[in-house]
């Protein structure tokens, strides 16, 4: 199962004009198109972004910082099961500092959690064979070198591999 895994896309209701648009690099889009499962991670700001994409696939998004639009609606934390592979979802993991051993506490039987807030991708092990992955952001790159998503890849059940994906 190929997961694209979304974060602080930022996307304000007014930008979507096209009705067919979801605001984001059209490298994003190509992504979109090819996964089976969205995971948004926070901070999509308002909701027409969510209504669009889940119009085309299943989505599943947790409440960041800047979606005051959405409170109520989305949770803050969540847990998917996609493919057998369970995965965490939250918006800000906390200081990169004592970071894995956070998430872990948090999402103890998760294969992998997912998150965002910083901007930063991030794609590393974390603690008893757990997986982290923040996406960065497609639409605002802030300190890093470039917009990205995330592509997450599972296999017979199991967690296969992760990607930090320039778009």
Do not use: Y
Request: aromatic share 4%; with cysteine.
């Amino acid at each position: 199962m190929r997961i694209v895994v979304l974060s602080d896309t930022h996307v304000r209701d007014r930008a979507l004009v096209d009705d067919s648009a979801f605001g984001l690099p059209s490298a994003a889009v190509v992504e979109i198109d090819r996964a089976e499962l969205l995971l948004h991670c926070g901070d999509v700001v308002e909701p027409e972004l969510l209504r669009r994409l889940r119009a085309t696939k299943p989505v599943h998004a947790v409440l960041g910082n800047n979606d005051a639009t959405l409170h109520g609606v989305l949770p803050e934390r969540l847990v998917v099961e996609a493919d057998g592979v369970r995965i965490g979802m939250v918006h800000d993991s906390g200081p990169t500092k004592g970071r894995a051993a956070r998430v872990h506490r948090w999402f103890p039987d998760c294969d992998v959690v997912v998150f965002g807030h910083s901007h930063t991708p991030v794609n590393e092990a974390g603690l008893d064979g757990q997986w982290l992955l923040n996406p960065g952001s497609p639409t605002q790159r802030r300190r890093s070198p470039a917009h990205t998503i995330g592509v997450i890849e599972t296999r017979d059940g199991a967690f296969w591999s992760a990607e930090i994906v320039e778009v």
